[in-house]
């Protein structure tokens, strides 16, 4: 008989108490275990994913209690210092620590690219749900609008928006969604082309009543699944959108921290030797894109499991 | 007297996948003879295909040969290095597959598809010795020479299957394989299929191993037949031992599924059951689910593959005598029990 | 031939819609947002009287479809208009630009396919072993890179650390461009005119900001072509092949890439776009006197008559590159029928 109180590992196959550590410490292996079998390499690219996403969320959500400094403290060190231990990432021209702009900047670029995939998705899929279940021209303008928009090169018309709205979070957050509210319009779209076909069959030997309800009992399990995966890679695309229109200078006022800027602001730096003003913001945007791609690429395959050899 | 040229031993294959392995394949053996037409009926999933493609190595990974030898002329195949299989296929053992529309080339020419398949195996042929082999060929399968110059989807199926067999035959092999050759065609192209095989047989003296899960057609052609069932060999035998005397129940069913045009019929016969899972296939013969004389021996030791009338092999406890049916059924082992695979 | 000339005719046609759209879309936008071009052009304290006048001059105190009217006679005119900040057409502006993004695009492609289809292809034959995870890898890292922040990694090491290549720009500083260059294209331009130095400077100046966005889009080819190479030599006619005989090495490239190559060429038409976003991008790291500085530039100027004609190019680019792509399908399919 094991103690779950002393902590001891149980060795029949039940321990005690549900909520002994040992107990749950098991299950988690088994768990994990189990989820490692079943999906593999997938698996744990989405708990990677995962895993980044959340560090730099909290980062954005708390930069306080990681960074030393305030990002717009003029006064952190000295000027254009490599890095050292006092100054992780060292320091810029302003005399400010790179380590904490960054670490403050993931709020920036993290709530402009979410909130600017959620006005996309807002946007795209009712408009999408819309046009594929009337059909007619209407279909057909708005299928025109948004396959023009989407063949074209989304950072330039981001660029042209940016421009036209001027600076500012709420303008940059615009310019960003309106480029991709053709992705979540096309993929709603086609769904319900699709759903609308098999309804029309199912309508025919069925009451107008059910419908509705088997509208939505197949549409959303369905679009849920896709489009939450399709905003993952979303976001992952918006973040390096908004770094890029900082980056050419149509973003953010100076006071707020981004990291799209502060590359900006490095490369002039760059033919001195000064490496560190560009290094560690750009591998934080590649970072964090990166993770939402994995979230977004593993949730795809775990959703859709394919249980034979890919 | 009749040569063998093709002998399997005890051939096993599996296919690793997540849930398990499936054994499409147990312990099969069987002699093609030079010269001899050999039919390999069953129905679909009993391994039939599985076996034709080990023949010249080309399963898909994960499908793996996991024992046995496929001796040819004497040498396993199942041990030659990547240059002599390379070599080995096409000039020859040649293999023609089921669906003529996707097994040719669809950016190529059909005399691309010759002149390949020449070059590969004689690096010194010309294009003009190539155009005119092939051309001959065409003429001989009943083909314009002209369509060399088109592309596969301009030609019919039936004509692309042609095709497929004039690529097979042009390096003159000892040996064809057929896998499913005229599932997708239609009855009437079928049947100029049939003819066509006829007509290669006495032409080039070559043997052909036919591989179809419609026995009627194979009856038409083959010398012998060997029946498959569940990755097992049911019976082997000469095609008129197998029609005459029948001597594997599931034989029997398949004879029997054939509708005969001459006779009335209430209904269609057929076997009732599905296939046994090869994942964990059954202890003893994989028929016994379906078997309408099943016995207890059946359904818990296999029956060894036996040869009962000369030239005629079955695996089934009905043709064995009592006695050992009883020692079995009580547990006890006799000399020739059946291995468990 | 009547029938390619048909085909190409009606793939031009349906091309015009979307120069359409996005030519209004960006002409709404502008008018219609708040802030008023001319008073932000003239300074926050001109008098009214000389903004009032500037927009006379301008046209802009019309209605906005009279204004949309015009604008839409005006291009289908070829004309482009005037540039409001600069005495020059929108299109000198543009003409001198157009051809440096054009071939940093093209040598972008160029490198993109040399480095993406190769280690996709042996990525897809080598299936599941390391070479294969360690390519996909690669690839869905390298897509992550942001193209401006890989082009400053490359800069600083091989320009700055290493001196191998140029920092920025188009040529060397003591080329004289008007000497030499007719087409705008200066690598053609050196070969035309048979000048082995000058062509080694501008491949020179070319070679990291092509590479920067070879290595960034390769990502998205090298999984194409894996996935395209996997399913297609699952096909038959490949099974058929090895049948025969025919050695693996011939049967994955001749066989297997030459088939999936169709669906990647069909790609790198809708990849293009991404191919231009990214030029921009490279062109503002490496001082690349191309479109995207130029509307970059004139963004800050407020010369919305050049952003738009900008905007115009591009559209009209994305679809040109569109229809080549969708005739060199038609040439290397022998199944499309025109």
């Known amino acids: 008989m094991s103690d779950s109180k002393t902590g001891t590992k149980a060795s029949p196959p039940m321990p005690h108490s549900r909520f002994s550590p040992a107990g749950a410490v098991g299950m988690l292996f088994r768990g994990i275990s189990k989820a490692n079998r079943t999906y593999g390499v997938e698996w744990w690219i989405m708990i990677v994913g995962i895993v980044i996403v ?106 042209a928006f940016a ?27 086609g769904q319900t082309l699709q759903l609308k076909q098999q309804l029309y069959v199912e309508a025919a030997r069925s009451i107008g009543a059910k419908r509705g309800t088997i509208l939505f009992r197949y549409i959303f399990p369905n679009i849920i699944a896709t489009v939450v995966v399709v905003f993952s890679l979303n976001i992952a695309d918006a973040i390096t959108t908004e770094a890029a229109l900082s980056y050419i200078g149509l973003g953010l006022p100076a006071g707020i921290p981004d990291w799209g800027m502060d590359l900006s602001m490095g490369k002039s730096f760059l033919p001195s030797g000064v490496w560190w003003m560009i290094t560690f913001p750009g591998m934080m945007i590649m970072l964090l894109a990166l993770g939402f791609t994995m979230l977004g690429e593993g949730l795809a395959e775990i959703l859709n499991p394919r249980l034979l050899e890919k | 007297m009749a040569q063998p040229i093709l002998e399997v031993k005890n051939l096993f294959i599996d296919y690793p996948i997540s849930i398990g392995t499936v054994r499409a394949v147990r312990d099969v053996s069987f002699t093609l003879y030079k010269g001899d037409v050999l039919g390999l009926v069953g129905e679909s999933g009993c391994g039939k295909s599985t076996l034709g493609l080990s023949l010249l190595r080309l399963l898909r990974p994960p499908g793996k040969v996991s024992g046995g030898s496929i001796e040819y002329e004497g040498r396993d195949v199942l041990a030659f290095g990547t240059e002599d299989l390379r070599l080995l296929r096409g000039a020859q053992i040649a293999m023609v597959f089921q669906n003529p529309l996707t097994s040719l080339n669809p950016l190529l020419r059909i005399r691309d598809h010759f002149f390949e398949t020449l ?49 097979g035959l042009i390096l003159n092999p000892e040996i064809l394989i057929a896998d499913e050759p005229t599932t997708s065609l239609d009855v ?94 059954p202890p003893g013969c994989p028929f016994a689910d379906r078997c309408p004389e099943v016995m207890d021996v059946c359904r818990t030791n296999p029956p060894p593959l036996k040869e009962y009338n000369p030239g005629q092999q079955a695996a089934c406890w009905l043709h064995e005598p009592e006695s050992v049916r009883d020692a079995l059924s009580h547990g006890e082992a006799p000399a020739d029990a059946g291995q468990q695979v | 031939m009547k029938g390619l000339l048909r085909y190409i005719v009606t793939r031009i046609a349906l091309t015009i819609p979307m120069v359409f759209v996005l030519l209004t879309i960006v002409f709404v936008v502008l008018r219609v947002m708040p802030g008023d071009p001319v008073s932000a052009f003239l300074g926050g304290h001109a008098p009214q009287s000389v903004i009032d006048q500037k927009k006379e001059e301008l046209g802009l105190n019309k209605p906005i479809y009279v204004q949309y009217v015009n604008y839409l006679g005006q291009i289908a005119r070829f004309n482009l208009g005037n540039s409001m900040v600069l005495d020059q057409t929108v299109w000198s502006a543009i003409r001198d630009k157009l051809p440096a993004t054009i071939e940093l695009t093209l040598f972008g492609m160029f490198f993109t396919l040399l480095i993406g289809v190769p280690l996709g292809a042996f990525a897809a034959r080598n299936r599941r072993s390391p070479a294969d995870f360690g390519i996909r890898i690669f690839g869905n890292v390298a897509y992550c890179i942001p193209v401006y922040w890989m082009g400053l990694m490359l800069q600083l090491v091989f320009a700055v650390w290493l001196h191998w290549f140029p920092v920025a720009g188009r040529t060397g500083a003591r080329v004289v461009i008007s ?54 030599l699952k096909a038959d006619f490949i099974l058929a092949a090895h049948a025969r005989g025919v050695p693996d090495r011939i049967v994955t490239y001749r066989h297997g890439l030459k088939n999936a190559f169709v669906p990647i060429l069909t790609m790198l038409g809708l990849q293009f776009a991404i191919l231009l976003s990214g030029a921009i991008l490279t062109e503002t790291t490496f001082s690349w006197p191309g479109m995207g500085r130029l509307l970059v530039e004139r963004i800050y100027l407020r010369d919305y008559p050049v952003v738009q004609g900008v905007i115009v190019i591009f559209a009209i680019m994305v679809s040109v590159i569109s229809l080549i792509v969708d005739l060199l399908y038609a040439l290397i399919d022998p199944r499309v029928k025109y």
């Open chain 2, 188 to 281: 009437i192209v079928e049947a100029g299929f049939v003819d066509l095989l006829k007509d290669l047989k006495v032409q080039y003296n070559i043997s052909i191993i036919l591989i179809s899960h419609n026995l009627a057609m194979v009856a038409e052609i083959a010398d012998r037949i060997a029946v498959m069932y569940g990755g097992k060999i049911a019976e082997i035998g000469t095609a008129e031992q197998i029609f005459a005397e029948p001597l594997h129940p599931y034989t029997r069913g398949l004879i029997g599924c054939v509708p005969n045009i001459a006779v009335t019929q209430d209904h269609l016969v057929s076997m009732p059951g599905s296939p046994p899972d090869l994942v964990t296939p």
């Open chain 1, 54 to 159: 959340l560090f730099v969320a909290y980062c954005a959500l708390l930069p306080q209690t990681i960074a030393p400094f305030g990002p717009n403290n003029q006064n952190a060190g000295p000027q254009l210092s490599p890095p050292s231990a006092a100054h992780l990432f060292g320091t810029d021209n302003l005399n400010r620590d790179v380590f904490s702009r960054v670490i403050w900047g993931s709020r920036t670029i993290l709530g402009v690219a979410f909130a600017a995939a959620l006005v996309s998705s807002l946007i795209g899929i009712p408009l999408g749900l819309f046009s594929g279940y009337v059909g007619g021209a209407v279909d057909r303008i708005l299928s025109l609008v948004m396959d023009s928009v989407y063949a074209f090169p989304g950072l330039i018309l981001a660029i």
């Open chain 2, 119 to 167: 070059r590969v195996h004689n690096a010194f042929t010309t294009r003009e010795e190539a155009e005119k082999r092939s051309g001959d060929i065409l003429e001989q399968l009943g083909i314009d020479r002209k369509r060399l110059h088109e592309y596969p989807h301009q030609l019919s199926g039936g004509m692309r299957q042609r095709i497929m067999i004039g690529l």
């Open chain 1, 163 to 189: 421009a036209m709205l001027g600076p500012g979070v709420v303008n940059i957050t615009l310019a960003v969604a309106v480029i991709y509210i053709p992705t979540y319009f096309r993929l709603v779209r």
């Open chain 3, 179 to 232: 000497t030499f260059s007719t087409t705008g294209f200066y690598v053609l331009d050196a070969i035309i005119h048979g000048n082995i130095p000058i062509l080694l400077d501008v491949l020179d100046h070319l070679f990291l900001p092509s590479i920067t966005l070879g290595i960034v889009l390769s990502g998205v080819f090298i999984r194409l072509t894996r996935a395209n190479m996997l399913d297609t």
